[in-house]
């Protein structure tokens, strides 16, 4: 198994900017699917962005060219840059790897982090 921890977030206006952190304890290159995942109040979790093995990534629409998922396989490290952040992006963020999947809906060797919460403020 694997241990994800989040980090970056916190309080930020509206059109401001945050990079995400997930620190990895096992190799992420050894994981089909790294992706960040949200959470607001009251909602669903949503899929955000995720990036395989292959560097292959997807974005939900709502975050398309305002957000860049990336990952640094030497140090196990994901990132999700977040720029022009709006009040709708206000969530916990979690980090998530998908062992043989595409990291939604979890299935086997599927690991979540804690979360670190983004508020944006108008």
């Known amino acids: 198994q694997v241990q994800l921890v989040e980090s970056g977030g916190g309080l930020v206006q509206a059109g401001g900017s945050l990079r995400l952190s997930c620190a990895a304890s096992?190799?992420?290159?050894?994981?089909?699917?790294m992706g960040w995942y949200r959470q607001a109040p009251g909602k669903q979790r949503e899929l955000v962005a995720t990036?395989?093995?292959?560097?292959?990534?997807t974005y939900a629409d709502s975050v398309k060219r305002r957000f860049t998922i990336s990952r640094d396989n030497a140090k196990n490290m994901v990132y999700l840059q977040m720029y022009s952040l709006k009040p709708e992006d206000t969530a916990v963020y979690y980090c998530?790897?998908?062992?043989?999947?595409?990291?939604?809906?979890?299935?086997?060797?599927?690991?979540w982090g804690q979360g670190t919460q983004v508020t944006v403020s108008s």
């Open positions: 096992g190799r992420i290159s050894s994981f089909n699917t």
């Open positions: 998530n790897a998908d062992k043989y999947g595409s990291g939604w809906p979890p299935r086997r060797e599927n690991y």
């Open positions: 990036i395989t093995s292959g560097g292959i990534t």
